[in-house]
């Protein structure tokens, strides 16, 4: 059975304070791994797919890279505009369904 | 309209009311999902239709029923439903289930419905 576990549950930040997120997760034959971002009462919104270890991508100021057991989300100089959810998934070799952790809620203080 | 669109946005409805969901895809994608998610739980796949048949129903309870009439729109149709499952309905779409390493896994997703039984 495949498992992904998102930690911090939450974090708050400062503006401009940089950090990562971690999605760590177990799985039998990686097809890819997911990042999401949700405002509250939303949709996910797609941001970035992975499928092999080393493998990295980035968008503003988020970069997500990943290993054969987890991927980190860093956050460059977060504005409180970054605020929201986000949620890792995998989906695996053995089922074409994607695993959802629960999620890292982010919160950065002007 | 781009992407996944849902309808209605918000809907409160009594036990014994009948109601539907509604999600339209306008990617030209195959495969669509319905998920359900509830607060401080992730996210919870219902069902999947790819090419218009249905390919999962995650022990999901009859009082909630699918329908998708062609690729582009799935229903969720709602009877005798419990406080309990007051939650944000999600849809989803992707190029199909199986997808590949091209890209297509990704699923994209609707605005979602908050759904509160009375």
């Known amino acids: 059975e495949d498992q992904v576990t998102q930690s911090p549950e939450a974090l708050r930040l400062q503006e401009g304070e940089s950090s990562s997120l971690n999605c760590s997760y177990t799985?039998?034959?990686?097809?890819?791994l997911f990042w999401y971002r949700q405002d509250p009462g939303k949709g996910p919104e797609f941001l970035f797919t992975l499928y092999s270890a080393g493998e990295e991508k980035e968008k503003e100021r988020l970069k997500a890279t990943l290993t054969k057991k987890e991927s980190f989300l860093h956050i460059t100089a977060p504005k409180p505009e970054d605020s929201a959810t986000y949620l890792c998934a995998v989906k695996s070799g053995g089922s074409y369904i994607p695993t959802f952790g629960r999620g890292t809620s982010l919160i950065v203080h002007p | 309209e781009t992407g996944v669109t849902q309808t209605p946005r918000h809907l409160v409805m009594g036990m014994t009311n009948k109601k539907s969901l509604k999600c339209e895809q306008h990617l030209g994608h195959n495969a669509m999902y319905w998920y359900k998610q509830s607060a401080k739980k992730p996210l919870e796949l219902m069902f999947v239709y790819n090419f218009k048949e249905q390919t999962e129903n995650n022990s999901v309870p009859s009082r909630f029923s699918p329908e998708c009439p062609n690729s582009s729109h799935l229903f969720l149709h709602l009877h005798t439903l419990q406080p309990e499952d007051s939650a944000l309905y999600l849809c989803?779409?992707?190029?199909?289930?199986?997808?590949?390493?091209?890209?297509?896994?990704?699923?994209?997703f609707g605005p979602g419905t908050r759904l509160t039984v009375l």
């Open positions: 799985v039998s034959g990686l097809r890819g």
């Open positions: 989803a779409s992707s190029q199909d289930r199986a997808g590949g390493l091209s890209g297509t896994d990704t699923q994209y």
